[in-house]
């Protein structure tokens, strides 16, 4: 499903932002790093934000990309 998803992100060349969710799960920070660095050399994205949901970890940070986006946007 991930492989479709980015071939037709690239077919549609439009900016994409890779928002990954349950880190809470990981065992391990280096795990996160493998997983971010695979999605990253099968697209560039605007941007990688790893969140929790359950935990609120980078939710924040998540929001507070979006804002800046819609900020830029409107400017």
């Known amino acids: 499903p991930e492989e479709q998803l980015i071939a037709r992100i690239k077919t549609l060349r439009c900016p ?13 920070k280096e795990k996160l790093l493998e997983v ?22 980078g939710v924040d940070a998540w929001c507070d990309w ?3 986006q819609v900020t830029d946007w409107q400017a």
């Open 66 to 68: 979006l804002y800046r």
């Open 36 to 57: 971010i660095q695979t999605y990253e050399q099968a697209h560039q994205f605007q941007a990688v934000v790893p969140i929790s949901a359950k935990t609120g970890e």
């Open 16 to 28: 994409a932002v890779l928002v990954i969710n349950k880190v809470d799960t990981l065992d391990k």
